[in-house]
Every structure is written in structure tokens, then in C-alpha cells.
């Protein structure tokens, strides 16, 4: 017997807190241009106190459901 999967949809959320490279510099001895030609990282993205991973889940997962029907 075979089963078949499809994913009909695809969603993501992520936090709203962006920290770019430049910012690293304070307490790294490197540069935003450093980093970005060696790793291509321009910037990251860290939740906030209030933002838990698991809320940022549920966002995307019903991004998904919504955009699948």
C-alpha cells in the first residue's frame, strides 16, 4: 500500500527585532563587510521578551491554512 503527501502551502513568521552586523562591531573586533562577504548574513532576526517561538508558529501555521484554501 502507498501513501501520498502534498504540501499545498508554505508559511513563515519571524521575529520582529532585526540586529545587523554593524552592530556586532561595538564588541567584536570585525566589520559589517567582513562578516556579510564571509557568511552572506546581512542582518539576524531575535524575538523580543514578548515573542515566544511557539508564537511565531502559530502565526505561520495559520498563514499556511489560510493561503491552502
Do not use: C
Not at 501520498?4 to 570585525?30: C, G, W
Request: proline share 1%; glycine share 2%.
Amino acid at each position: 500500500m502507498e501513501f501520498y503527501a502534498s504540501l499545498k502551502s508554505i508559511a513563515m513568521h519571524v521575529p520582529s527585532e532585526r540586529v545587523k552586523n554593524a552592530e556586532f562591531q561595538q564588541f567584536l573586533d570585525t566589520s559589517d563587510e567582513w562578516i556579510e562577504k564571509r557568511t552572506g548574513i546581512k542582518e539576524r532576526r531575535f524575538a523580543n521578551d514578548e515573542e515566544k517561538s511557539s508564537d511565531l508558529g502559530v502565526i505561520a501555521a495559520k498563514q499556511a491554512i489560510e493561503r491552502a484554501h
